[in-house]
């Protein structure tokens, strides 16, 4: 069973079976976000994914960053992530034509930031998770 189905640009079909969310500046007791914080935001959600789900490849969607009009501060301007941290196990048909549909799936980890905490869902997902390459980031695997 999946949590949704996401049609992608390229009109392949994948299924999101596993999703986690945090916070993006949950537990930031100091300082403000910046570059340098966004950053390693973003590195270190790359990171969680690569440690949590090692069976498949990682993709990051970059974020968007807003520079709201607030003074800059010692690190540089204020840039602000979206404030929801996603990491996503996505499932397909296998990319590889040759081998055995019914043997093979293929599969993705991505990495991205949104806005609200909703699961990403049909055509009205985020235009840069339905514009994932699948074909070429994906792995298949046998079941």
Known sequence: MSLSRITLSSGRSIE???LRMSTTYGGMLEGYPCRLI?????SGLLRRAE?????APVHPVPPSREYPDQ???AFGPVEVLPSVACIGVF????????VDAVLY?????VAWFQATPDVPS?????????????DELAKDYEL
């Open 16 to 18: 999101l079976t596993e």
């Open 38 to 42: 966004n950053d390693r935001k973003v």
């Open 51 to 55: 440690n949590a789900f090692s069976f």
């Open 71 to 73: 003074t800059a501060g």
């Open 91 to 98: 499932g397909s048909t296998a990319v590889d034509p040759e």
């Open 105 to 109: 799936r293929s599969a993705l980890v």
């Open 122 to 134: 049909g055509e009205n997902a985020d235009p840069a998770l339905r514009g994932i390459a699948w």
